[in-house]
């Protein structure tokens, strides 16, 4: 197809963040893009739910016309439009990722003329995914650095399997231009917070969870701050559709903000839930990078369309990270993406970007 960026759906993780980049980069570039073998490597290929919602959300933002838009599919062509403000609304109708789809969202609402609310109805703490918490505590104060700042406010939770959380975002003023950052080291540490919830269940989950985590950092980082909170319901007072629990904790450097977080499930112990994100967080501050393993590839999207030379230094580079440098270079050839440090999966790195400086 003539002027259609192709993007093959299989490629390095071969799942659903090779959607949510390119429907992002496409609705920002205004280039159409062709994605197929959609999500070939996953057990279940093809748009899910969660997936078709973001396609749709993203459309809706961009005026776009998409073709091949069914669950299921493997293959869709999006022919994006001019951006727009407004309020939007979204219901994935399962315990689908309501963050995944923000994944996709976000980037556009940025470069909107006028101000974006986005409701978006689903999983706000399911497997695979980041834990709402992840992106009001961490994310959103990475992005601010690059002068984006958004609202994201938590009216309910929804864990798997039942889903029905809601989470609203309000983007007051769409900055239309992103700034460069540097973070590749994180400074010295300041000070960790935390945030260990449950739902449908025992206050002591949550509590038992938060007492894990804080043992293990004090353990770890003897001289630093550490306060985690609990969030909990009274049974008659608990609004949640199910039972479910989890934990997120973010450590605030002189230069950046890095977390790690954990769920509870079924026959998993509370202090097992509250040591795994403990044990993510402190992995990846021993690094001194800048970011943790998760913000590294996701932090790629937006340094690709800022304005100037952002330097990401990743605690791990992963496949997800790997993954998004590909579909950035695709649609935008004109940056340019080096290793300063490392390069190799698994490992620490540093990358330099130089955006393509997209303005609206």
Known sequence: MANVVEIDGSFGEGGGQILRTTLALAALTGRPVRIYNIRAKRPRPGLQRQHLVSVKAVAELSSARVEGLRLGSTEIVFHPGPIRGGRFKFDIGTAGSVTLVLQAVLPVAAFAPSPVHLWIRGGTDVPWSPPVDYVRFVLRRLLEKMGYFFDINLRRRGHYP??????????????????PVELAERGALLYIEGLSHAVRLPRHVAERQARAAEAMIRSSLPDIPVKIEIE????????????????????????????????????????????????KLIEDLKTGKGLDR?????????????????????????????????????????????FIEGGELEKPFILEIRGACIER
């Open 232 to 279: 909990w319901y009274e049974p008659n007072r608990d609004p949640h559709l199910g039972p479910g629990s989890g934990i997120v904790v973010w450590a605030v450097g002189q230069r950046s903000v890095l977390g790690g977080d954990a769920l509870g499930a079924k026959g998993k112990p509370a202090e097992k839930v509250g040591e795994e994100a403990a044990r």
């Open 162 to 179: 039942k889903g029905g959380g809601i989470v609203e975002v309000e983007v007051a003023q769409p900055p239309r231009r992103l700034a």
């Open 294 to 338: 998760h913000a590294s590839d996701m932090m790629i999207t937006y340094a690709a369309v800022a304005c100037g030379r952002s330097v990401l230094g990743g605690a791990k580079l992963t496949k997800h990270a790997w993954t998004n440098l590909y579909v950035v270079k695709r649609i935008l050839p004109e940056i340019r993406a080096d």
